[in-house]
């Protein structure tokens, strides 16, 4: 099956700072979303971005499809931002409808 | 409008035990997903169901079913309880299959001891 790789595993930063994300897939893909999970379990919608380039406030996600990756982008970091984020795709192969998710990278942003 | 909901928030159960666990989609949406997340790792696909009906199991054991209303409200159903079924439980909504964003619950955390 399709395989979703995360990095960092892990990052630590300042209040303020910038930071990348990525995730690469190993196949062609119908849907990526990437989602932020707060420490109560909710997973919070970041995007839905298969193809193209997002912007929502301080976040932003580019997905380049023929290169089978994408970026999120998290810009003048907050406190508010630490938590765990997953990149999940749906494959494109037919009868696939699940979402298939990253181990995560868990973000702590320190004050 | 109400996001997606599932109840109960949290459940202590025992082994061997049987549990469910239900969810109440987005309104207009008609297809709901289950996913478990242990802990450190992402959720993993359980079931989907589509105005009613299974679109896609992943690779869980039959004690694991679950089930879609007319009002599109769905439960999981987990039967003889292991400790290692102690998980969230991620129950996700979306209008259509496939190519639709997929909403999430605040899910049920089952503690099986």
């Known amino acids: 099956g399709i395989q979703v790789e995360q990095s960092p595993p892990d990052l630590i930063l300042q209040e303020g700072a910038n930071s990348t994300l990525r995730c690469n897939f190993s196949?062609?893909?119908?849907?990526l979303q990437w989602f932020h999970q707060n420490p109560w379990g909710q997973l919070i919608n970041l995007f839905y971005i298969p193809s193209g380039t997002k912007q929502n406030g301080r976040l932003s996600a580019t997905t380049v499809a023929t290169e089978r990756y994408s970026l999120l982008y998290i810009s003048s970091s907050q406190t508010t931002d630490s938590g765990v984020y997953f990149c999940a795709v749906i494959p494109f192969q037919g009868g696939s409808e699940k979402l298939v998710f990253g181990k995560g990278m868990k973000l702590t942003v320190n004050p | 409008d109400a996001g997606v909901t599932q109840s109960p928030t949290h459940l202590i159960k025992t082994r061997g035990q049987h549990v469910t666990l239900r969810c109440s989609p987005i309104?207009?949406?008609?297809?709901v997903s289950w996913y478990q997340q242990v802990l450190g790792q992402g959720p993993q696909f359980i079931f989907q169901y589509y105005e009613k009906e299974e679109r896609g199991r992943g690779n869980f054991p039959d004690r694991f079913s679950a089930r879609q209303f007319p009002n599109y409200s769905s439960e999981l159903n987990v039967n003889a309880l292991l400790l290692g079924d102690s998980a969230l439980y991620l129950c996700?909504?979306?209008?259509?299959?496939?190519?639709?964003?997929?909403?999430f619950g605040p899910g049920t955390r089952l503690t099986v001891l």
């Open positions: 196949d062609s893909v119908n849907n």
């Open positions: 996700a909504s979306s209008l259509s299959v496939g190519t639709d964003t997929q909403y």
């Open positions: 309104s207009g949406h008609k297809s």
